[in-house]
Structure formats: C-alpha cells, structure tokens
C-alpha cells in the first residue's frame, strides 16, 4: 500500500520559513519523480515544485521561483520543500504527489501552511 506522509506545515509570520517532508512508503521512491502540490482557499490546487527521481532537474511555479528549494533523501524515501521568505499568498494546503510508471497518481493528506502576522 502507497503511503505519503506530510509533515512540517503551521503557523509563521510574513518572511518566516518553514519545510515541509513528505516520507513515502509502498514504493520504490528512487524510480520516481516528486511533486508539491498547494490549494489555497477557493482556488484550483497548483503545481508548485518538482523534482525528478535523481535530485535533477527541479522546476518551480513563477511564484515561489527564488524562495522554495524542493530536495529529497532517496535514502530516507523523503522529499523536502524549504520555504523561505513566505508571504500571506502561500498560505494553502500543502500536499505532496507522485505518479508511477502505469500513471497511477498517490497523494499525501496534505498538511497546513498558514503565513499571517
């Protein structure tokens, strides 16, 4: 069974930092790649990071372009999203995706990321 476990998310003011984990179980972690999903209030979720299965490439959404770093552990089976610089703007829920080779797609709960002073 696919599992993908968030953790890290809260309550930060304006240019705080947080970062996200997300450790995945039931797959074979290094074949894949990884994402960062987040979903803000009334808004359509939005691919935010991606990182590919061997650390490289990375992509990033225009609006976290400069102040989230994506990075994994293939060791520990755990994707990272660093968050710097966070702005009322990024406050969403945060989850964690992948797709493996059939295109089957895993998601993670999702965890908070609420940026208010």
């Known amino acids: 069974q696919v599992q993908l476990v968030e953790s890290g998310g809260g309550l930060v003011q304006p240019g705080g930092s947080l970062r996200l984990s997300c450790t995945a179980s039931?797959?074979?972690?290094?074949?894949?790649?990884m994402n960062w999903y987040r979903q803000a209030p009334g808004k359509e979720r939005e691919l935010v990071a991606d990182?590919?299965?061997?650390?490289?490439?990375?992509y990033y959404a225009d609006s976290v372009k400069g102040r989230f770093t994506i990075s994994r552990d293939n060791d520990k089976d755990t994707v990272f999203l660093k968050m710097n610089n966070l702005k009322p703007e990024d406050t969403a829920v945060y989850y964690c995706?992948?797709?493996?080779?059939?295109?089957?797609?895993?998601w993670g709960q999702g965890t908070q990321v609420t940026v208010s002073a």
């Open positions: 995706h992948t797709k493996n080779w059939v295109g089957t797609e895993y």
């Open positions: 039931g797959v074979i972690f290094s074949w894949l790649s």
């Open positions: 990182v590919s299965s061997g650390g490289t490439p990375t």
